[in-house]
């Protein structure tokens, strides 16, 4: 037989070799292994990048990886628990041990990255088991301000008619996420916010990148403009309240002083 016959006759049984190779290769990293591979990877980064990028391995891991994730929402780092929070709130919405998870966030000292969104998720998903954690963020002093409106948020979601008084105050607020947090909460408790009102939106105009909202500075009477087009939305709805929701009226008669 010729070298290139048997070169013909034995590239098949290298190729199965080699396969065979990179299987057992792959069958030797256990799925606990990668998982504490891809969770330290998350503790050791100190960049958004090399965080999302073990973010990203932890979901892939998906069941496998689910323990370590919560597990992670109690960690020392705060950026670590903001990863696994947020793989929660994606992939583990309304699971039970996720959701234990999220009222423990409430208390979580990242209130940009761990309280705030967690507030703001038990509602949006209707857990109807949040309703007095939630309820005692409104009676925190220390609870951070987007934190508290995202509290009352979810309760106005859960239908709880006695945010009102908090919601209806908070869409006049100068402050953008305050006015957005609240439209949600009043379109959740009554199926309408300001914009069914001829409102343009509780950002009106501004720049939103995350956490940050930004503005154009001076422009006194084009503010003052829109602060006024603001409260007559308001009004509108207010009156709208009077004829077809009563009970909120009443809640708002008693409450607002």
């Known amino acids: 037989m010729s070298s290139r016959s048997l070169a013909r006759t034995l590239a098949p049984l290298f190729l199965c070799m080699a396969c065979a190779c990179s299987i057992c290769g792959l069958q030797a990293i256990r799925p606990e292994e990668a998982t504490e591979d891809a969770f330290q990877a998350l503790v050791v980064a100190d960049n958004w990048r090399d965080r999302n990028a073990a973010r990203d391995r932890l979901v ?5 990886a689910y ?8 960690h020392e780092d705060e950026d670590v628990r903001a990863s696994c929070y947020e793989i929660l709130r994606e992939h583990h919405a309304e699971d039970a041990l996720a959701i234990e998870a999220f009222l423990n966030g409430l208390d979580d000292s990242n209130q940009t990255f761990v309280a705030y ?3 703001f998720h038990l509602g949006e998903h ?8 939630l309820r005692a963020c409104l009676e925190d002093s220390e609870v951070g301000s987007r934190t508290y409106y995202a509290a009352a948020k979810s309760l106005g979601e ?3 008619a006695e945010v009102m008084v908090t919601l209806w105050s908070g869409l006049g607020s100068d402050d953008a996420y305050t006015r957005y947090l609240c439209n949600l909460g009043v ?3 009554t199926g309408k916010d300001l914009t ?7 950002w009106e105009g501004a720049f939103v990148s995350g956490p940050a909202v930004m503005t154009v500075q001076g422009q006194p009477i084009a503010k003052a403009q829109k602060r006024v087009a603001r409260w007559e ?4 709805f207010t009156t709208w309240l009077q004829a077809e929701r009563p009970g909120l009226i009443a809640e708002l008669d008693e409450g607002l002083w």
């Open 233 to 236: 939305a308001i009004v509108r």
């Open 67 to 74: 323990e370590a994730v919560l597990s992670g929402t109690r």
């Open 126 to 133: 209707k857990i109807e088991a949040s309703q007095d954690a």
């Open 60 to 64: 892939a891991l998906d069941q496998e």
């Open 117 to 119: 969104p967690s507030a």
């Open 158 to 160: 859960l239908g709880e």
């Open 187 to 189: 379109k959740g408790l």
């Open 196 to 202: 069914d009102f001829e409102y343009e939106g509780a």
